[in-house]
């Protein structure tokens, strides 16, 4: 006998299809054990795979989050594609404002947005601040020279649920000379971060109205660079709050340009900067492309 799943496959932080950052949502997971759930997600391929639970008393539903080589606690994109294919499918109340989500690291609340196009906004839990990286070091390991990381910074492993190291750039032309060597990323010995994002303040290449520009280097399975990467946006935006990159509490951002899959987000940083830094929010849109059927065995 055969199991089946209802799927869909949503693009994140875009209003566009076949652009921002694509997550398969199965819809209703009960029944896949975590086994299950890593070898659907190999097999989709994707940055990462979205399984949904029933909620409890605390949270409206649970998920897990799966990249093709393992799970995570927390993540952003997936986040806005499961609210988004949840809400499309009606299984969110027309009237509700606020979706509670529970992963692993914590309960996630997201704001419905009910325009044309809607807008989903998670809540990331505040920012926690961990190891440091040599600047020469990192400037090394992404093919850069020492003077194209950011004056006065230093690079640093962020979280707001997931731990990724916060590269700041001096210039959108060292954005676009990356060239990440992965072993010098993820084989250094003392590592504390799941994968890498580097930023810069934008410019006239980018759209009018943007503050910074992203890049972000992953090390799950087939996924090199991934094109839109919600929660290492929060951790951007708590690095730049404590470190003064940045004066705004509110501004856009955009990521993807390099691999051909625009996206844009919109975040706040909320509490008192730099010493209490309060959640985080990021936005943004999604479209769905395809609507499916999972089959699998048996277990």
Same mark, same amino acid.
């Given at each position: 006998?055969?199991? #089946?799943?209802?799927? #869909?496959?949503?693009?994140?932080?875009?209003?566009?299809?076949?652009?921002?950052?694509? /997550?398969?949502?199965?819809?209703?997971?009960?029944?896949?054990?975590?086994?299950?759930? +890593?070898?659907?997600?190999?097999?989709?391929?994707?940055?990462?795979?979205?399984? $949904?639970?029933?909620?409890?008393?605390?949270?409206?539903?649970?998920?897990?989050?799966?990249?093709?080589?393992?799970?995570?606690?927390?993540?952003?994109?997936?986040?806005?594609?499961?609210?988004?294919?949840?809400?499309?499918?009606?299984?969110?109340?027309?009237?509700?404002?606020?979706?509670?989500?529970?992963?692993?690291?914590?309960?996630?609340?997201?704001?419905?947005?009910?325009?044309?196009?809607?807008?989903?906004?998670?809540? +990331?839990?505040?920012?926690?601040?961990?190891?440091?990286?040599?600047?020469?070091?990192?400037?090394?390991?992404?093919?850069?020279?020492?003077?194209?990381?950011?004056?006065? @910074?230093?690079? +640093?492993?962020?979280?707001?649920?997931?731990?990724?190291?916060?590269?700041?750039?001096?210039? *959108?032309?060292?954005?676009?000379? /990356?060239?990440?060597?992965?072993?010098?990323?993820?084989?250094?010995?003392?590592?504390?971060?799941?994968?890498?994002?580097?930023?810069?303040?934008?410019?006239?290449?980018?759209?009018?109205?943007?503050?910074?520009?992203?890049?972000?280097?992953?090390?799950?399975?087939? $996924?090199?660079?991934?094109?839109? @990467?919600?929660?290492?946006?929060?951790?951007?935006?708590?690095? /730049?709050?404590?470190?003064?990159?940045? *004066?705004? #509490?509110?501004?856009?951002?955009?990521?993807?340009?390099?691999?051909?899959?625009?996206? /844009?987000?919109?975040?706040?940083?909320?509490?008192?900067?730099?010493?209490?830094?309060?959640?985080?929010?990021?936005?943004?849109?999604?479209?769905?492309?395809?609507?499916?059927?999972?089959?699998?065995?048996?277990?």
């Amino acid at each position: 006998m055969a199991r #089946s799943f209802e799927i #869909s496959w949503v693009d994140a932080f875009t209003t566009v299809p076949l652009e921002g950052n694509a /997550c398969a949502v199965v819809l209703d997971a009960r029944g896949l054990d975590d086994a299950a759930m +890593q070898r659907i997600s190999r097999e989709i391929n994707l940055s990462e795979t979205s399984f $949904v639970f029933p909620g409890a008393a605390d949270a409206d539903v649970a998920v897990r989050y799966f990249t093709p080589i393992a799970e995570i606690p927390l993540a952003g994109h997936p986040t806005i594609a499961t609210a988004h294919a949840l809400a499309e499918a009606g299984r969110i109340a027309a009237d509700s404002d606020v979706l509670r989500v529970r992963m692993p690291a914590a309960i996630v609340p997201v704001t419905i947005g009910h325009g044309t196009p809607p807008v989903y906004a998670m809540s +990331q839990p505040p920012p926690t601040f961990h190891d440091t990286f040599a600047r020469a070091h990192a400037a090394a390991a992404l093919g850069l020279d020492d003077d194209d990381i950011l004056a006065g @910074t230093t690079p +640093q492993t962020v979280s707001t649920g997931t731990k990724q190291l916060m590269i700041a750039l001096a210039s *959108r032309d060292a954005l676009d000379r /990356c060239r990440p060597d992965r072993h010098a990323l993820y084989d250094h010995p003392g590592r504390d971060w799941f994968s890498v994002h580097v930023f810069a303040r934008a410019d006239a290449r980018d759209p009018a109205g943007v503050a910074f520009a992203a890049r972000h280097f992953a090390d799950f399975g087939d $996924v090199i660079e991934d094109p839109f @990467t919600g929660s290492a946006t929060g951790g951007m935006a708590g690095y /730049c709050a404590r470190y003064g990159i940045v *004066r705004d #509490s509110a501004y856009d951002v955009v990521q993807g340009m390099h691999v051909r899959r625009p996206g /844009c987000a919109h975040v706040r940083v909320t509490g008192t900067p730099p010493d209490a830094i309060g959640r985080i929010t990021v936005a943004g849109s999604a479209v769905t492309v395809i609507r499916g059927t999972l089959t699998i065995p048996d277990a």
